[in-house]
């Protein structure tokens, strides 16, 4: 998949390839992986069908703490390859971390409050859910907007992330055990998408100006043009992929081996005893 999906929409993308030039901005990524690996996760989860075990939407989470941790080094690294993508440390590199940083937070309330106001409670689950969806959907913008703009875009992807959710496992039955396609692709698909709205030349000289800065619907429609053009080389490359796999005995384990658990049936190793 990495070679197959990835990479030529990395060389579309990015160092001047086709789709950069016709002017689509991908800062550190929304289009090239956030927005691509949402769509493989919908292919794959609908290829290989709904787990035995459990059913779609009524998942047991295995461990809260680590969950915690994990999305707590995911919200650090992240400031890695976003303000990384910068390529300097400088005030551009700066502006990204905070940008990449407000949109997680507000990402993070987003989920919040719709969890206590749909079920009555927040969840620890849920903020961090958001978080990631925050950074996730500003990723292609974190380079070319303001703070304000992060923190509209975080809030807008935990809005479309948690509604995708529900909509994608609650009511299509789609068994994405880690929500990649809401979290991940749809948040990939509004944050790229943003830019078009919220891009300011003022950040960034080699962006463009959305249509909040006078920028009118042009960056929009190029935004447009480069996430329909992931998503349909996504979907024909993981469907094509998972069909050869498939056709040479790849693609799903056995009943037996999914109920007894891949951790003992791949790699000789218990994670949890109970």
Not at 200 to 210: Q, V
């Amino acid at each position: 998949w990495s070679l197959i999906c990835y990479y030529p929409m990395c060389h579309a993308v990015w160092g001047g390839g086709w789709l950069a030039q016709r002017g689509v901005l991908d800062f550190a990524g929304g289009i090239v992986i956030h927005a691509i690996a949402g769509v493989a996760s919908i292919v794959t989860a609908k290829m290989l069908g709904s787990r035995k075990t459990e059913s779609p939407g009524k998942q047991s989470e295995s461990n809260y703490p680590i969950a915690a941790a994990g999305a707590g080094l995911l919200w650090m690294g992240w400031f890695g390859f976003n303000a990384g993508s910068s390529l300097i440390a400088g005030g551009l590199a700066a502006n990204t971390l905070l940008v990449s940083h407000l949109a997680a937070a507000a990402g993070s309330v987003v989920w919040m409050a719709l969890d206590w106001t749909t079920g009555g409670k927040p969840t620890l689950l849920g903020i961090l859910n958001g978080a990631l969806s925050g950074l996730a959907g500003v990723t292609p913008a974190s380079g070319f907007v303001h703070a304000p703009s992060g923190v509209a875009i975080g809030a807008l992807c935990g809005l479309a992330s948690y509604y995708g959710v529900y909509v994608l496992k609650d009511k299509l039955k789609i068994d994405d055990a880690l929500d990649v396609s809401s979290v991940h692709g749809i948040t990939g698909i509004v944050g790229s998408l943003a830019i078009g709205l919220y891009g300011s030349l003022a950040i960034n000289s080699a962006g463009a100006n959305g249509l909040f800065f006078g920028g009118g619907l042009a960056q929009l429609g190029k935004q447009g043009l480069g996430v329909a053009v992931g998503c349909l080389w996504s979907l024909i490359s993981t469907f094509g992929i998972l069909k050869f796999l498939k056709a040479v005995g790849l693609g799903r384990v056995d009943d037996d081996v999914e109920v007894l658990g891949l951790d003992l049936a791949e790699h000789g190793e218990a994670a949890y005893s109970l």
